[in-house]
């Protein structure tokens, strides 16, 4: 874990749809001092989010 984390919101969660919580964890070693943001940007995570109401929290 780290003290900066992000979190992806499609418009449909935004707009008050009910929408399922995924916390994206890499494993050892996952947090923003290491990998940056490369895990959020190249993981396809905020791909599924779009097309399944989700809400993905990258701690």
């Known amino acids: 874990m780290d003290t900066p984390g992000s979190c992806t919101r499609v418009p449909a969660c935004a707009a008050g749809r009910p929408c399922a919580l995924v916390v994206a964890l890499h494993g050892c070693n996952s947090g923003q001092y ?26």
């Not at 895990?39 to 097309?51: I, K």
């Open 34 to 59: 290491v990998l940056g943001t490369e895990f959020a940007r190249y993981g396809d995570l905020d791909t599924y989010a779009d097309t399944n109401d989700l809400v993905v929290l990258y701690p």
